[in-house]
């Protein structure tokens, strides 16, 4: 279960000054679980791991073993939401190295980024290697998913002609859309993102579950994670023993004391997607209305030689939180040498993990002398049923802390803006006024 650890960060928080940001995120959940705050529409989630038909979990996994039996590689389709909660629990959890084959493929992803090179080398790649799409989009028209799915559907047909509407599952609207209508007219397998679940909160539907499931991961261990702390964070009142109420009670304490980011800090590799999945879930909830707390990432003991630097000594902006797993899956212990060149025999006998724990500590003790409050968010390990009960801590969280700031935690309206703007230069049907203005404004004219 998670625990928030504040012992290098109490010290920034007189409690007078803080009763009034426990009280306003206790209410703020309160808004929540009322279900008629703002973007209320959008609240499928919050009880979505007690909702969880068994009847969609079997379709899932049979689905899934469908693809991993004929497949070497899968690529995942998909941006934002529709690939970072799946990206984080295999990048988590998966080994660093493994060789694909059929009955164990490889989950690659696509669709998240326009550059051409990246696409141009996966589709060489996939050359030799049976492969399976799953495309994820609500819509079908966003661009990047849209012209990756244009790219390897005309590469499916390629190479498997009348077989290849076999090798591609949809993850699309119930009932409409340009992907669905296409779907169907080809007789793609699909599976339907509900109504009521935005991107961003999307891991625990079929968006994250498949492609979890055609990785080989248990995903009934990942929805019992959900399931374990919905139960916990629901039905605790109290602020202060509330974790997810008392994360967001501090980041919105900070964010008054002139603390404008928050760094999500981590000392195993395995993490960093959780990171990435997290900016999205923060930035997207919260950055609107000129509010909100800019999440950032770091990845230690690496980032310590570089941004470590601007943490220590640099303006005080900013406070972290630690994600700290309990056990680790493995560990090496280090042995002597009988030249000790490098000076570290007096790690000797010492495992990783252990010299890994100390530096963390370390750093957490510095940090907090330098002036940067640190939070900890301690869970047993890293886990599909650990990553899901975080996943959860962060989504209620976020929805709080929202709440707290007095915005939509459910929109994303300036996501738009740069969508406009490419439109009109590219000269699609309808922005040719505004494609003129635009291309003026970049020529100076």
Excluded at 310 to 328: A, H, N, W
Excluded at 392 to 409: D, H, K, Q, T, W
Excluded at 419 to 433: D, R, T, V, Y
Aim: include cysteine; glycine fraction near 8%.
């Amino acid at each position: 279960m998670i625990r928030l650890e504040t012992r290098f960060a109490s010290s920034f928080v007189p409690s007078g000054e803080f009763e009034p940001f426990l009280a306003k995120a206790e209410s703020a959940r309160k808004t929540l679980h009322s279900l008629q705050g703002k973007g209320n529409e959008y609240l499928g989630w919050l009880d979505l791991p007690k909702r969880i038909q068994e009847s969609e979990i079997e379709r899932i996994i049979q689905a899934a073993q469908r693809l991993r039996a004929s497949s070497e590689v899968v690529v995942v389709i998909g941006i934002g939401g529709s690939y970072l909660g799946s990206r984080a629990v295999l990048e988590a959890t998966l080994p660093f190295f493994q060789k694909p084959s059929k009955g164990n493929p490889e989950v690659v992803f696509a669709g998240h980024h326009l550059e051409s090179r990246y696409l141009s080398e996966l589709m060489e790649y996939l050359e030799d290697k049976d492969f399976s799409v799953n495309v994820i989009s609500k819509s079908g028209t966003t661009t990047e998913p849209a012209i990756a799915f244009r790219l390897f559907w005309e590469l499916l047909r390629k190479k498997y002609g009348n077989a290849a509407a076999s090798r591609v599952v949809a993850t699309t609207d119930s009932s409409k859309g340009a992907l669905k209508t296409f779907a169907d007219s080809e007789g793609f397998e699909t599976f339907t993102i509900p109504d009521d679940v935005g991107g961003r909160y999307s891991v625990l539907t079929p968006v994250g579950l498949f492609p979890l499931a055609v990785a080989g991961i248990q995903i009934r261990n990942f929805i019992l994670g959900f399931q374990n702390i919905l139960e916990v964070l629901h039905s605790e009142s109290d602020p202060l023993r509330n974790p997810a109420t008392h994360y967001s009670a501090l980041r919105n304490y900070f964010l008054s004391s002139g603390r404008h980011v928050e760094v999500l800090a981590n000392f195993n590799p395995s993490l960093r997607y959780i990171s990435e999945w997290w900016k999205q879930l923060f930035g997207e909830s919260e950055g609107k209305e000129n509010k909100g707390i800019f999440p950032a990432s770091m990845d230690f003991t690496t980032d310590l030689h570089s941004l470590g630097q601007y943490v220590q000594d640099g303006k005080r902006i900013l406070f972290e939180t630690v994600l700290s797993p309990v056990e680790i899956r493995s560990d090496l212990t280090l042995k002597p040498t009988p030249d000790n060149l490098d000076s570290l025999n007096f790690l000797a006998g010492n495992t990783l993990g252990h010299v890994n724990e100390q530096a963390r500590l370390g750093t957490l003790l510095a940090h907090a002398d330098g002036g940067v409050p640190c939070l900890e968010l301690i869970f047993s390990d890293i886990s599909p049923m650990s990553l899901g009960e975080l996943m959860y801590f962060f989504e209620y969280s976020c929805a709080i802390s929202g709440y707290s700031l007095g915005v939509n935690p459910f929109d994303q309206p300036g996501v738009e803006a740069y969508k406009k703007n490419m439109f009109a230069l590219l000269n699609k049907n309808g922005f040719e006024k505004e494609g003129e203005l635009l291309r003026k404004r970049i020529l100076g004219n």
